[in-house]
């Protein structure tokens, strides 16, 4: 069945990396992604990854993805003040509509 | 200009009673969502519409019906509203596709009371 598990909690301080992890149990995934949801507002997509990849950077994020053991991560270099929010990844499946599961998401503090 | 907007923001009605969300996204998506986000923030779709037409109908009381008049809009209608209804409503749109982006709206927080 489909099932996203990610640790609820996570405080860094400005300047660190942050590392936010999540599992997954459906191996049929085709996309992950990643969402961040400010306070008040709408989920905005941060960045997804073809499951059959590895691997994908994109400017301070880092997303590593282990097939085998259905891990999906997200590295934020350079932590700002500005990336605290809650940070959702999903998992998509195949048939052409986007049927996106969602993780309970991570709430990333920023200390300054 | 918003991509994808909803109203009202914010809804508080008494149980019982029957009330309506209304999205419309002027981004030209075919594929229209409606998800749920319970007070423990657990995120889950509900509906989805391509074109006018359901494609993805979760495990949703029948209290719950969508409405599609055109691809721009999907509104969300509830009946007999309960306590458990109690949650933030978020809609989206997205062409279709996985390696697309889906673009939320702000969110409705509905408080039944």
């Known amino acids: 069945g489909e099932d996203v598990e990610q640790s609820l909690f996570l405080s860094v301080r400005e300047g660190d990396s942050s590392v936010i992890n999540c599992t997954y149990t459906?191996?049929?995934?085709?996309?992950l992604y990643w969402y961040k949801q400010e306070p008040g507002a709408g989920l905005q997509l941060l960045t997804y990854?073809?499951?059959?990849?590895d691997m994908k950077q994109d400017q301070r994020l880092t997303v590593l993805l282990n097939k085998k053991d259905k891990h999906l991560s997200l590295r934020i270099a350079d932590t700002q003040t500005g990336d605290s929010a809650i940070y959702f990844c999903?998992?998509?499946?195949?048939?052409?509509?986007?049927?996106?599961?969602f993780g309970i998401g991570t709430k990333l503090q920023v200390i300054p | 200009d918003t991509a994808v907007s909803q109203t009202p923001k914010y809804l508080v009605t008494q149980m019982g009673n029957d009330k309506s969300i209304k999205c419309e996204q002027n981004?030209?998506?075919?594929?229209m969502y409606w998800y749920k986000q319970d007070s423990k923030k657990f995120l889950k779709i509900m509906f989805s519409?391509?074109?006018?037409?359901?494609?993805i109908n979760e495990t949703v009381p029948n209290r719950f019906s969508p409405k599609s008049p055109d691809k721009a809009h999907l509104n969300l209608h509830i009946n007999s509203l309960e306590l458990g209804d109690s949650a933030v409503y978020f809609c989206?749109?997205?062409?279709?596709?996985?390696?697309?982006?889906?673009?939320f709206g702000q969110g409705t927080r509905l408080t039944v009371v």
């Open positions: 989206a749109s997205s062409t279709r596709g996985l390696n697309t982006e889906a673009f």
């Open positions: 459906d191996s049929s995934s085709t996309y």
């Open positions: 990854i073809f499951s059959n990849m």
């Open positions: 999903a998992e998509g499946f195949s048939g052409g509509y986007q049927k996106v599961t």
């Open positions: 981004l030209g998506h075919d594929t």
């Open positions: 519409y391509n074109n006018k037409e359901l494609i």
